[in-house]
Nanobody
Framework: QVQLVESGGGLVEAGASLRLSCAAS????????MGWFRQAPGKEREFVSIIGRSGGSTVYADSVKGRFTISRDNAKNTVYLQIDSLKPEDTAVYYC??????????????????WGQGTQVTVSS
């Protein structure tokens, strides 16, 4: 059983930065593809970014490209999401997720096996 715990969310003004963290336990972190997703009120959960098992491969949603940076530290069993130049439309609950098997390129929430509880990011204009 894999447990994921996110942290680092908060209420910030537009243009600010945040660094989200997701700590994993209970499994072999380095073997998992890790992803960040977000869900705004009234909307479906959407893909934000994924990172391959070694950290060498990343993918970003077009809406966050150039502002968000995903990274991982396999020694610390942690994945990060650096968020810069925050916009009000980035307001959402941010979730990290682990994909324990299959190809690394997986953008749909249904392709992930474990989820954290989420951390709220609210951006005021």
């Amino acid at each position: 059983q894999v447990q994921l715990v996110e942290s680092g969310g908060g209420l910030v003004e537009a243009g600010a930065s945040l660094r989200l963290s997701c700590a994993a336990s209970g499994g072999t972190f380095s073997s998992y593809v890790m992803g960040w997703f977000r869900q705004a009120p009234g909307k479906e959960r959407e893909f934000v970014s994924i990172i391959g098992r070694s950290g060498g491969s990343t993918v970003y949603a077009d809406s966050v490209k150039g502002r968000f940076t995903i990274s991982r530290d396999n020694a610390k069993n942690t994945v990060y999401l650096q968020i810069d130049s925050l916009k009000p439309e980035d307001t959402a609950v941010y979730y990290c997720a682990a994909r324990t098997r299959g190809t690394w390129y997986a953008l749909a929430p249904s392709e992930y096996d474990y989820w954290g509880q989420g951390t709220q990011v609210t951006v005021s204009s």
